[in-house]
């Protein structure tokens, strides 16, 4: 079970940081990953971070103002979000993946999703 947190409304060139907390397996064994969905749109891959930390990729509209991390021993998932614009306005999932497939950023990729946290940045 993946229970995201911390999203609210913040003016452009504010902050947030997301959080997802992981229960009911151990967290180690997954990749994890955020993605973003507004009405009418698909939801869009923004980051991912391997089992261990060692790997992230980020959509390059995100690249230099967010940074992914996690802490196994805490089994959460951070998503710690700088310089926000307008467009980043979106309800943010934390997903999951079984950590025996390379990380991808596909969506297809994710098997466990959470229940979305609500991020607005007004102009």
């Known amino acids: 079970q993946l229970q995201a947190s911390g999203g609210g409304l913040v003016q452009a060139g504010g902050s947030l940081r997301l959080s997802c907390a992981a229960s009911?397996?151990?967290?180690?064994?997954?990749?994890m990953g955020w993605f973003r969905q507004t009405p009418g749109t698909e939801r869009a891959f923004v980051a991912a971070?391997?089992?261990?930390?060692?790997?992230?990729y980020y959509a390059d509209s995100v690249k230099g103002r967010f940074t992914i991390s996690r802490d196994n021993a805490e089994n959460t998932v951070s998503l710690q979000m700088n310089s926000l614009k307008p467009e980043d306005t979106a309800v943010y999932y934390c997903?999951?993946?079984?950590?025996?497939?390379?990380?991808?950023?596909?969506?297809?990729?994710?098997?466990?999703w959470g229940q979305g946290t609500q991020v607005t940045v007004s102009s």
């Open positions: 997903t999951a993946a079984n950590r025996q497939r390379i990380l991808s950023i596909s969506y297809n990729n994710f098997d466990y």
């Open positions: 009911g397996s151990t967290f180690s064994s997954y990749h």
């Open positions: 971070i391997n089992w261990n930390g060692g790997i992230t």
